[in-house]
């Protein structure tokens, strides 16, 4: 696709249940994070993948967060156990090598957990 | 800690009345300053890298430049199409992938 793609696009569910947050990065870019925005705040990095290296996880805020990326490609951001404080929009961003250059953003998913 | 502060939070200008908005940084080594555009419901859009103080870069009505403690943003002659929030971030020194981002600075510009 023309840019990195996120779905879905808002998500409701209630306080317990699990989501799962999807990602389809730019065609060809190997470097591929998470950030979250809530209200108010900055953004703030989750994960980062790069090629086949280990991501970087050192961003989740506690271990109901977790992400996996398939074949270099799509990534799944999932969420056990959701509670209020999660409530954030997650935004997916990919670069080509993951280095000192711009990164693209695809429009996120608001997460509301009520 | 790497710490990013934008001020002001919210700016209100009228059409073609220029202004600057600023970002100051506390970073280990600074590897990069980075200048976004976020409009509602979108993700951010990359505007500006800078590297290094005395660094200028221009695009279209916007000027981004950097010293060794801050960047501003100097937006001239702006229009209602100019509106959004403008986000600093940066790459700290023990990495160049992982942004510290600011809380961003929201514009309006009335026409």
């Known amino acids: 696709g023309a840019g990195v793609s996120q779905s879905p696009s808002n998500k409701v569910t209630e306080k317990g249940k699990d989501v799962e947050l999807r990602c389809d990065p730019i065609s060809g870019h190997t470097a591929l994070y998470w950030y979250r925005q809530s209200l108010g705040q900055g953004l703030e990095f989750l994960i980062y993948f790069q090629g086949n290296s280990a991501p970087d996880k050192s961003g989740l805020p506690s271990d109901r967060f977790s992400a996996e990326r398939t074949g270099g490609s799509v990534s799944t951001l999932t969420i056990q156990r959701t509670q209020q404080e999660d409530s954030a929009v997650y935004l997916c961003a990919s670069s080509s090598w993951g280095g000192d250059e711009k990164l693209f953003f695809g429009s996120g998913t608001q997460l509301s957990v009520l | 800690e790497d710490q990013v502060t934008q001020s002001p939070e919210a700016l209100r200008l009228q059409e073609g009345e220029s202004s600057s908005l600023n970002c100051s940084y506390t970073?280990?080594?600074?590897?990069?300053l980075f200048w976004y555009r976020q409009d509602p419901g979108k993700g951010p859009e990359f505007l500006f890298t800078l590297y290094s103080a005395g660094e200028e870069k221009e695009k279209e009505r916007l000027k981004a430049t950097l010293t060794k403690k801050e960047s501003f943003l100097h937006i001239t002659a702006p229009k209602p199409e100019d509106s959004a929030t403008y986000l600093c971030?940066?790459?700290?020194?023990?990495?160049?992938?992982?942004?510290?981002f600011g809380k961003g600075t929201l514009l309006t510009v009335n026409p």
């Open positions: 970073v280990s080594g600074l590897r990069g």
């Open positions: 971030a940066v790459h700290d020194g023990g990495s160049n992938y992982k942004l510290t």
